[in-house]
């Protein structure tokens, strides 16, 4: 097209290109106002073709035919006007564009639609067949453009041009949070990527509320796209799902995705090293993939992925021709950070995984673990898919590994199982705390509570952005306590909760059952008239005047000092009173002044410490009443009292009428305890001492 100008026209009411032979113009003209199109502050692509073989003029308006004319010149003359742009004639200032311009690309021949969408949306490399002249604008300074063609035709430009940061659509790309069809949720002057052709990448949380077509999509480590509900979203080339050890993009599909003919990739990033690897759990977010995906082409006698076989209570390994099952997990090991990658179809709609109880389990209460995985290539959420209605087959919690990279041998190890259930989670010694969104590709255990099949839906998939969504206030008043070996920095926690839905018996959403995965440590509670070990426990939330005495047991891999300690709390008062008594040493200790350090032998030990909490606001109504360290508390229908400096003479018992149920003479002791058959309620135990007396509620369940 030299010798071709494509601009607005002096009126200023229309873009026209004119191709001239000699002092004669052949024009296409669009015909439509100026404030529509150039004033609106957005992009737009405008082309010209002409084909000296047919005589045809064709103009395009972002992508779109908007003119023809088929009576153009039968030859060219190619002139001796220098190459400019942005500009009516070079000579003529007053006939200059007004507004921005990028990417100028001129061809030796007529490109058809197709190929002018194909391009119109993404920066050439310059090499292109028929590229005669190629401006990417980006000098920065000056009045001239080079041609990145490499032919040679640097670009004159009119008008003493500004020059600033292009945000032309080259591709799409998003600026903030929002809805597809804001512009604000768009890079300046992009609008928003209305055409089928369009090429786009998501940083931010987007959501399609209509109906969408794109030819390409990328999804950046730290984007999300959801596609609401009734509308249908479809993507015609390709998708890419980036990951970096940040993060991992997300596809939430609560509508209708159309991915027919287009090629599909998730990334997904894993940390590595160590000597035998650090070990992950992963799943597979397409369904067409193999062993390969998790490892590679080969893999080492040791070092691959494995499958747990839950029938045979064994590990069996996975090689790279082995198809991967959509829900199913995979244990592997990675020596150096890895990002797999997963090319295929997208899995969505019901993933069905099935669940049976083979193994031989051993105690009729033993689990039966399976391990499972996130199908999706979008986060779910744990929550919504371990309470729906069909998934009642596996009980509520969810273990996640936690390695340290040691691969266990002679050496003590940190990696153990983090625990998310409903009632909250508990973290590991890394520091690992798992959330209610499960990540792209991340495997992890879930116990058969019953046979059948459980499904993961599109429904589960979460949309987890706070900018968009402000949170329900969360009503579940938690505890945290831990059991730690300094010298290994061995470390494990439990979680107490209290929610209204609870009972002091065993809930299946609530009540998270031990997974032991450290051998050198366990720390877990008891449930009553349960011999479970359980490491989140969710119990009836309490009134003032009532307290919990909670069981507590733990296993020491190493002999020595270890510590009982008080982490941490949400949505509790700070009259909050915790107390540990030991039973073997007769102690009770106030953990909310620091850790309880402890003697302990190799093994299991389940009946010494009781954790004693009142979330109530007055001190007596619970626990204790203190003077001069004495304290007073009940446990398995005892009253129990701690005289550190043996003052107590006299114990009396009284309902809550007043009425004197019991007395009893004490000696000289810093540890006294009465046996007592009361039916469950509050009572009030006075203790008489040398200097007066001192009175407190007690409680039996």
Known sequence: MVGGVISSTGDRDNVTMMLYVGSTPYTVTYNTSLSNLYYNGVWHHICGTYDVTTRDLYLYYDGNQVDFNGSGPTSVIFGTYPLTIATYDIAATTRDFNG???????????????????????????????????????????????????????????????????????????????????????????????????IVKIGHAITANGNYS????????????????????????????????????????????????????????????????MNHFVSSPISNATGANLWGATVGSSLKPWRWDESNDVWVAVYTGQALTPGKGYSVPYKSNKTLVFTG?????????????????????????????????????????????????????????????????????????????????????????????????????????????????????????????????????????????????????????????????YDRLYDAKKMKGNSFISFYSFIENDERPFVIQGMPSVFPE??????????????????????????????????????????????????????????DFNDRFVVHINLGTEEISGIEKKESNLTIYSHQHRIILNDPEMQAENILIYDVSGKLLQQVKVGKSDYHSIHTDYTAGVYIVKVQTRSGEIAGKVLFE
């Not at 794109?214 to 480590?221: A, E």
């Open 345 to 505: 179809a997208l899995n969505d709609g019901n993933i069905t995984v099935n669940l049976t109880k083979n193994g031989s389990g051993g105690a009729t209460w033993d689990p039966y673990y399976h391990l499972i995985g996130n199908p999706y290539p979008s986060r779910i959420s744990a929550n919504a898919f371990v309470s729906d209605a069909d998934n009642t087959e596996i009980s509520g919690p969810l273990y996640f590994w936690s390695d340290d990279k040691s691969g266990g041998g002679t050496s003590y190890t940190l990696a153990d199982y983090a625990t998310w259930i409903s009632t909250g989670s508990t973290t590991t010694a890394n520091s690992k705390t798992p959330t209610d969104y499960i990540e792209v590709g991340q495997g992890f255990f879930v116990e058969a509570y019953s046979v059948g099949d459980i499904i993961f839906k599109n429904s589960h998939r979460a949309n987890n952005s706070a900018t968009l969504f402000t949170p329900e206030p969360d009503p579940i008043q938690r505890i945290w306590l831990s059991l730690f070996y300094q010298p290994e920095n061995l470390y494990n926690e439990i979680l107490i909760g209290f929610l209204a839905d609870a009972t002091n018996g």
């Open 214 to 277: 794109v030819k390409d999509i990328t999804i950046h480590y730290n984007g999300q796209l959801t596609i609401d509900p009734t509308y249908t979203f479809t993507i015609t080339n390709s998708i890419l799902i980036e990951s970096t050890s940040a993060s991992t993009g997300s596809l939430v599909n609560s509508g209708t995705l159309t991915t027919t003919g287009a090629t599909a990739t998730v990334q997904r990033w894993f940390e590595g090293g160590g000597a035998q690897g």
């Open 100 to 198: 921005q311009i990028d990417e100028v690309r001129i061809w030796n021949k007529a490109l058809t639609i197709n190929e002018i969408r194909e391009n119109m949306y993404k920066h050439l490399t310059g090499s292109e067949s028929n590229l005669r002249a190629y401006y990417k604008m980006n000098e920065g300074s000056g009045s001239s453009t080079t041609d990145n063609s490499g032919n040679g035709f640097t670009g004159t430009l009119g008008n003493t041009p500004t020059w600033q940061t292009s945000t032309a659509p080259l591709p799409y790309e998003t600026s903030a949070n929002g809805n597809w069809n804001s512009s604000s949720s768009w890079l300046s002057g992009q609008g928003y990527p209305a055409n089928a052709w369009s």
């Open 546 to 603: 009532e307290y919990k005495a909670i069981p507590l047991g733990y296993n020491a891999g190493i002999a020595g000092e270890w510590q009982i300690d008080f982490n941490r709390a949400e949505n509790i008062r700070k009259d909050l009173s915790l107390k540990l008594e030991d039973k073997e040493k007769g102690i009770m200790h106030d953990l909310k002044l620091g850790p309880y350090a402890f003697q302990t032998e190799i093994g």
